[in-house]
């Protein structure tokens, strides 16, 4: 898996945008769940947003319901979570994760077949 953050990397002020990609290569993109999951310093992981590629089924935890959105381009074996009205707390290091099968609670439980190699996300207050 491979991902971006944007034109000006993870760096933004509290309550501006930013948008993560993640590019899926080697497998049958249709037959897995993506997600991001988030790590602060000195705080424990935090599964944030998921996608199931099948039928679009999305989940996000509470402390971003509202701002973050997961979407898929299937045509682009890529999936985007944009992520609006940052705050503070949003900083963290994010990992895009995918695994075979789709179900949420290997998500929930951080157990996932690929991870990305994380993208810094900062945002200023």
């Known amino acids: 898996l491979s991902s971006a953050a944007g034109v000006w990397g993870g760096l933004v002020q509290a309550g501006g945008s930013l948008r993560l990609s993640c590019t899926a290569s080697g497998f049958v993109f249709r037959d897995y769940g993506f997600g991001w999951i988030r790590q602060a310093p000195g705080k424990e992981r935090e599964a944030v947003s998921y996608i199931r590629i099948v039928d679009d089924s999305v989940y996000h935890a509470d402390s971003v319901k509202g701002r973050f959105a997961i979407t898929s381009d299937n045509a682009k074996n890529t999936v985007y979570l944009q992520m609006n009205d940052l705050k503070a707390e949003d900083t963290a290091v994010y990992y895009c994760?995918?695994?075979?099968?789709?179900?949420?609670?290997?998500?929930?439980?951080?157990?996932?077949?690929?991870w990305g190699k994380g993208t810094l996300v900062t945002v200023s207050s």
């Open positions: 994760t995918g695994r075979f099968g789709s179900a949420l609670h290997y998500f929930l439980g951080f157990d996932m077949d690929y």
